[in-house]
């Protein structure tokens, strides 16, 4: 049986420039180009920018998050455990029980990143960032060997 490769992409500087161009605004957003670009390769790279921001906590139990700060400072709560946890809600009604959010992580550590610190989160673990600014983040998410056990969630009763 053949089997479909993937294709190799490569992201010009140019791409990167003109994302980092990009007027802030409120909110929560990946940022274009490089959010349809990613999207068109199936690539594992966004820039996310936090505005005056909290997120909510979350565990992804089937990939991990490396983080990059490229510009602000944005504010990391990671491990503890999820206080009453709830799986993530799909449009059409459904759950996906691989991204397990809630309001807050409990005995977590906190830790700011400024431009060009990294963060590595794991499979599994609670996470949580807020920014009282503008924060430019590189995200890379990262498949997992194996599905995280619904029950090794951290705060998962």
């Known amino acids: ?25 409120a909110g929560k957003r990946l940022l274009e180009p490089l959010k349809s670009l990613a999207l068109r390769h ?10 005056a921001v909290v997120n909510e906590a ?41 991204e397990i959010k809630a309001s807050e992580i409990r005995n977590g550590t906190e830790v700011a990143l400024r431009p060009g610190d990294w963060l590595w989160i794991p499979a599994g673990q609670p996470h949580a960032h807020r920014a009282e600014g503008t924060a430019r983040l590189v995200i890379i998410k990262i498949p997992a060997k194996d599905l995280v056990a619904l029950e090794a969630v951290p705060g998962w009763k």
Not at 1 to 25: F, N, Y
């Open 1 to 25: 049986m053949a089997s479909v490769l993937a294709q190799c992409a490569v992201i010009r500087k140019s791409a990167i420039d003109e994302t980092l161009g990009t007027e802030p605004s």
């Open 42 to 51: 199936g690539l594992p790279i966004n820039i996310l920018e936090d505005y």
């Open 58 to 98: 979350e565990v992804h139990r089937h990939e991990s998050d490396l983080w990059q700060c490229l510009e602000g400072e944005v504010t990391f709560v990671y491990g503890g455990e999820l206080v009453e946890p709830w799986a993530k809600k799909l449009l059409d009604g459904g759950v996906d029980d691989r």
